[in-house]
C-alpha cells in the first residue's frame, strides 16, 4: 500500500486553545535529546560551582529530614516473601527493618576511620568478596529449579512492592551518603551463584579488561535465580544498593530484560527464563549503567560508566518433557494491579538485513503475515517490525482497521503526557485507522475530531492531547511542575468540567522530569504528591462519568541518552514513584502499561529510538546514531497494547 496515497482526511477542531508552531518531526526530538548536553558544556564550570553548592545543601536537608523517613518501617523485598511490604502499624513490620539497621552498623563500624580498640581487624569483619560469594552460592539453594520443585512452571515476573514503595525507594536515596561505608566506589559485579556452575568467580569475567565469553548450558523453562554483588577496589562487596545493572538476553529471535532486585545492601538478584519454544544461543549481558545512586543527579553524565562487567552465551536447550508456559490472550483486567512487567519480544519469521522501502517504511514480512500462537492475536505483519512482537503476562491483540475503528467509534480520548504521546496518536491514525500516513503532524497541544476514511464522517473519534513536558507547549523540560502553572492547570481541568467528558485518559511523565528536577525530594512532593493531589480533585468535581485511567510508565532512554538526565535508572526510579502514588490512590478503572519493560530490550543503542522517542514518522533521513531510516515498530506495538487495554 502506498503511503503518500491521498486519502478522505477530515478534521475538525474543538475550540482549540492555541497553536503551536513546532513540528514534531526528527528536529524536536533531536532537541530533546541533545539540549542538556551542548548546554552542559559551555556552562561546566559554573555549574559546577551551583551543584557542589546545591549538593552540600542537599545533604544537609536530607540529613535532616532522615529523621522523619526512619520512622516509617518497611521490609526490604525478597524474592521469596512475594515483595510485599507491610505498613508501618503492622508490628511484625519491624524486625527486618532492626535486621536491617544492625547490619548497618556493622558495616559503618567496619569503616570508621577510628576504629575503636575492640573492633577486628578490617578484613576479618568484611569478609572477602570470595567468602561473601561461596556463602551466596550455598545459599541459592534452589539453583533455578525451585519451581520446577514445585511442579509448577511460572512466568518469571518483575519483583514489585505493593505498598510503601514510595517510602522504600525515597529512604534508600536519603539515607545515601549518611554512612561512611556509601562513600566506596563500586569497581564492578561480581556474579555469584550462577546456576549450574560452580562458583563463577573473577577467573571467569576478568581477564585483563578483556570480556570472556562462557558458555553454559541450561534447560528451556524453569526460572533461574543469580546475585550480582557490588565489590570496592579491594573486593569488598559494598554495603549499600543503588548501583545500577542492565541486564539484556538476547538473541535473533527472542529480547527480554532479566528482571533485577535491588536488596539495598550491595547484592541484587538477577532472573533468567527463556520459553522451550525459543531453546538455543543467547547472550546474557550484563551492563553496570550508574554507581551510587548517580544517576539521579541531576546532571549524572560524568558519572555514567556504561560498563559490560559480563558477557555469557547460554544455551538452552530443550528439556526431555518440555511443558510450554501458557499465555492467556489479553483482557482489560490484565492492565489492573500490575505495576511492572516482565515481557519479552519474539519472533518467528523475519528478513536478515531488511532495509526500508520507499517512504522510509520497513516492510520486511508480508504484511498479512498472522501472529504465532500463543505470542500475539492478529497480523504480526501491520507492526511492521520484520516480525518481531511484544508480548507480557499475556498476549496482545493486533487491530484491523476495522476493530479499532468499532471500537473508538464516537470515543474520545484524552492524553496527558511527554512527546511520544503524540508518536503514539500519529501512529494510531496513520497505522491502524486508516489514515495511511496523511497525518504529517500534530500539533502537542490539540483537540481535533478523526473521522474515519471513507465512512462519509459516520464513524469518527475525538483526540485531545495536553503536553505536559512543559507549560509553554514550545518548550520543555518542566514536567509534573507544569501544573504549577495555572493557565496550564486550568486549561487542564477545562476538559473535565462538562456535560461530557473524556471516555479515556492516557497519563504520562518522567522525560521532561528527568531534566527539571534538581532535588528528587522535590520531584517526590511538588511533582509527584502535586499532581496527584491535583487531579483527584479534577475527577472528584466532574459532573460526567471520570474517565478510564490508563498510566504508562516512561520509556527506557535509549543510546546516548543513557548518561543524561533521563537516564534509565532515574526514569525507572521516577515511574515507580509515580506509579505507586496513583496506585495507592486505590481508582477504581485504573490501568497500567509498563513502557519501560516492552522498550527496554531496545534501549542499548539507536535502532530503534533518537533516545527518547520510539515512535517517530518513517522517513528516509538519518538520525541519531548514524542510522538510516527511522524505526517506529516499538511504539505502534504500544498503539495496539493501549487498543487492549481499552477495548
Ligand atoms: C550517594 O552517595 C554517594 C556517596 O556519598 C555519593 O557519591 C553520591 O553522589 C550520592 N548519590 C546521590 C544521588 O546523591
Ligand atoms: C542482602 O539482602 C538479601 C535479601 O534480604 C540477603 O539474602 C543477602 O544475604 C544480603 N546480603 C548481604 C551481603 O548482607
Ligand atoms: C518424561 O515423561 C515420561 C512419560 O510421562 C516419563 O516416563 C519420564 O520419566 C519423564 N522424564 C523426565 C526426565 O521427567
Ligand atoms: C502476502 O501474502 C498474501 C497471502 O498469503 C499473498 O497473497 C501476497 O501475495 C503476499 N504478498 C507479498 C508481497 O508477498
Ligand atoms: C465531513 O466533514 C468535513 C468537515 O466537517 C466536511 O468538510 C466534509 O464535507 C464531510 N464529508 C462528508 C462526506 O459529509
Ligand atoms: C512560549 O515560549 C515561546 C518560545 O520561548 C515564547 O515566544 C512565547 O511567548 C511563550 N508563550 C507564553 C504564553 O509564554
Ligand atoms: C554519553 O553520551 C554522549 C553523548 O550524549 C556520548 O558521546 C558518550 O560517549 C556517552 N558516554 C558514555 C560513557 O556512554
Not at 398 to 405: L, Q, V
Not at 556 to 581: C, F, V
Request: aromatic residues 12%; contains cysteine.
Amino acid at each position: 500500500m502506498n503511503s503518500n496515497e491521498t486519502n478522505t482526511l477530515s478534521m475538525r477542531k474543538h475550540n482549540l486553545k492555541g497553536t503551536c508552531q513546532e513540528e514534531e518531526d526528527g528536529k524536536s526530538g533531536g532537541g530533546l535529546q541533545m539540549g542538556g548536553l551542548s548546554k552542559g558544556r559551555t556552562v561546566n564550570g559554573a555549574l559546577l560551582l551551583i551543584f557542589l553548592l546545591i549538593v552540600s545543601v542537599v545533604i544537609l536537608v536530607l540529613g535532616d529530614d532522615l529523621t522523619v523517613v526512619q520512622q516509617v518501617s518497611f521490609k526490604i523485598p525478597r524474592w521469596n516473601s512475594a515483595f510485599e511490604v507491610e505498613s508501618a502499624a503492622e508490628p511484625n513490620a519491624v524486625l527486618p527493618d532492626v535486621e536491617w539497621n544492625r547490619h548497618r552498623k556493622s558495616m559503618l563500624q567496619d569503616y570508621s576511620p577510628q576504629p575503636t580498640e575492640t573492633a577486628s581487624p578490617d578484613v576479618d569483619q568484611w569478609g572477602d568478596y570470595t567468602r561473601v560469594a561461596e556463602e551466596l552460592s550455598t545459599h541459592t539453594i534452589q539453583r533455578g529449579q525451585s519451581n520446577v520443585e514445585k511442579g509448577r512452571v511460572e512466568w518469571v515476573e518483575f519483583p514489585y512492592v505493593k505498598e510503601n514503595e514510595k517510602e522504600l525507594l525515597v529512604r534508600a536515596m536519603r539515607e545515601n551518603g549518611t554512612l561512611e561505608c556509601h562513600h566506596v566506589r563500586t569497581k564492578t559485579g561480581r556474579i555469584v551463584g550462577f546456576p549450574g556452575v560452580e562458583l563463577l568467580h573473577r577467573e571467569v569475567f576478568e581477564d585483563e579488561g578483556e570480556k570472556v565469553l562462557e558458555t553454559i548450558r541450561l534447560e528451556a523453562g524453569p526460572v533461574y535465580e543469580f546475585q550480582i554483588v557490588s565489590v570496592d577496589d579491594e573486593d569488598r562487596p559494598r554495603c549499600q544498593g543503588g548501583d545500577y545493572y542492565e541486564t539484556d538476553l538476547s538473541g535473533p529471535t527472542w529480547k527480554s530484560r532479566p528482571p533485577i532486585i535491588d536488596h539495598q545492601n550491595g547484592t541484587y538478584s538477577v532472573r533468567l527464563q527463556m520459553d522451550p519454544r525459543f531453546a538455543g544461543v543467547y547472550k546474557l549481558r550484563i551492563i553496570l549503567l550508574f554507581t551510587n545512586f548517580h544517576g539521579l543527579h541531576k546532571r549524572p553524565e560524568r558519572w555514567a560508566r556504561v560498563e559490560e562487567v559480563a558477557t555469557l552465551r547460554v544455551e538452552f536447550t530443550v528439556p526431555e518433557n518440555s511443558t510450554a508456559l501458557p499465555l492467556p490472550k489479553c483482557e482489560r483486567s490484565h492492565f489492573v494491579d500490575r505495576k511492572y512487567w516482565s515481557g519479552r519480544w519474539t519472533r518467528e519469521q523475519y528478513t536478515e538485513d531488511c532495509e526500508y522501502s520507499r517512504y522510509g517504511r520497513w516492510i520486511c514480512v508480508n504484511e498479512t503475515l498472522q501472529c504465532q500462537e500463543p505470542w500475539c492475536d492478529g497480523t504480526v505483519g501491520s507492526l511492521e517490525s520484520n516480525g518481531w512482537v511484544y508480548s507480557a503476562h499475556c498476549a496482545f491483540k493486533i487491530f484491523s482497521k476495522e476493530e479499532a475503528w468499532q471500537c473508538l467509534d464516537k470515543k474520545w480520548l484524552f492524553f496527558w503526557g511527554d512527546s511520544n504521546h503524540i508518536d503514539t496518536i500519529r501512529n494510531l491514525l496513520n497505522f491502524v485507522l486508516g489514515f495511511e500516513h496523511s497525518v504529517k503532524f500534530l500539533n502537542r497541544r490539540m483537540d481535533e475530531t478523526f473521522f474515519a476514511p471513507g465512512s462519509e464522517n459516520r464513524t469518527s473519534v475525538r483526540i485531545t492531547s495536553m503536553f505536559n513536558g512543559h507549560s509553554n507547549m514550545s518548550m520543555n523540560y518542566e514536567g509534573l511542575f507544569s501544573t504549577h502553572n495555572q493557565e496550564f492547570a486550568e486549561q487542564c481541568r477545562a476538559y473535565f468540567t462538562g456535560e461530557t467528558a473524556p471516555d479515556f485518559m492516557f497519563m504520562n511523565s518522567g522525560l521532561h522530569d528527568g531534566v527539571f528536577w534538581r532535588d528528587m525530594g522535590d520531584f517526590v512532593t511538588q511533582g509527584v504528591d502535586y499532581n496527584v493531589e491535583f487531579w483527584t480533585n479534577v475527577w472528584n468535581n466532574m459532573k460526567a462519568r471520570r474517565p478510564d485511567l490508563l498510566y504508562r510508565t516512561t520509556v527506557t532512554t535509549g543510546g546516548n541518552a543513557r548518561n543524561q538526565s533521563y537516564n534509565p535508572q532515574k526514569m525507572e526510579w521516577m515511574n515507580h514513584i509515580i506509579l505507586d502514588s496513583f496506585t495507592r490512590l486505590k481508582l477504581e478503572r485504573f490501568q497500567i502499561i509498563d513502557g519501560f519493560d516492552y522498550t527496554y530490550p531496545w534501549h542499548y543503542d539507536h535502532k530503534t529510538n533518537d533516545g527518547v522517542h520510539y515512535g517517530r514518522p518513517p522517513s528516509k533521513s538519518k538520525w541519531a546514531g548514524g542510522n538510516l531510516g527511522h524505526r517506529y515498530f516499538v511504539d505502534l506495538m504500544l498503539v495496539h497494547m493501549l487498543l487492549n487495554a481499552i477495548c
